[in-house]
């Protein structure tokens, strides 16, 4: 009997395999940790089984001999690909969700119950953060949507030189938000994303231009922030043209415009 622990029941199943070197459908397997994303990479929970390989006899035992028990597995696999689950393996995944620690549910949360839970959430994740903002404000921007506002003396700091910060922090609440509410998010820091959204605007009127005299046209290679907005711009001021982001050799990102015929 061995302790098994990995990132997911595959990889813990697979192990167990592994070391006792047989097939996994010889295995008895007993769930003692279902694995959990957490918040933001935080509170993250390994999977954790207690595999044994039961011991064959060696010879056919008769009708009469006195019958073994043997614990019936709570889950096996069939295959390595095709999870094949007891009974009691679902009683205990029910038991598992009533708890909370199951998180496909918050799904249904209506888009102010996700703000809310985000608001709450993200004000313990930054209570301790070194910097001087105020309360973390969480709204819905739209039905798919929600608008997280950081402010107060020290949110541009938050920023960073061209916005690195900015970027990554906007990368790791959009992977959290988005994995577990299945929302979008809308990231504001001291008026940045307003700011970037108006220097973008102004850039545009240009190519638009262009566009509407040629039919076609390319921005210039934009930052990651920068592209994401003038694309959208573009999308929605030519909704039946072809609008797509291209790199270039050295991993830059430009726009280009034309129509779908010419795609």
Request: aromatic share 10%.
């Amino acid at each position: 009997m061995k302790k098994i622990e990995a990132p997911t029941l595959e990889q813990a199943y697979a192990k167990a395999a592994a070391e006792f070197g047989c097939s996994v459908t010889a295995l008895q397997v007993e769930i003692v940790q279902f694995p959990s994303k957490g918040v933001l990479g935080l509170f993250k929970k390994s999977a954790i089984i207690i595999a044994n390989l039961p011991q064959k006899p060696s010879a056919p035992v008769e009708e009469e001999s006195i019958p073994v028990s043997v614990e019936k597995p709570l889950a096996t696999l069939a295959e390595p690909d095709e999870l094949v689950l007891s009974d009691k393996f679902y009683e205990q995944a029910d038991d598992f969700e009533e708890e909370g620690e199951y998180e496909s549910d918050m799904y249904q949360l209506s888009a102010q119950e996700c703000a809310d839970e985000v608001k709450e959430q993200i004000n313990i994740l930054f209570k301790d953060i070194c910097f001087d903002i105020n309360d973390i404000d969480v709204s819905v921007y739209d039905e798919n949507t929600l608008l997280v506002e950081f402010s107060g003396v020290d949110a541009a700091l938050m920023i960073g030189k061209e916005g690195y910060r900015y970027k990554a922090l906007s990368y790791m609440l959009f992977n959290w938000i988005n994995a577990v509410y299945g929302m979008q998010l809308r990231l504001e820091i001291a008026e940045f994303l307003k700011n970037q959204e108006e220097s973008i605007s102004r850039y545009l009127v240009n190519i638009c231009d262009i566009i509407d005299q040629e039919g076609r046209a390319q921005t210039k290679v934009l930052d990651g922030v920068l592209v994401q907005i003038a694309l959208k711009q573009l999308r929605d001021r030519y909704p039946d043209r072809y609008v797509a982001i291209r790199s270039t050799r050295d991993g830059g990102k430009f726009i280009i415009i034309n129509s779908y015929h010419e795609y």
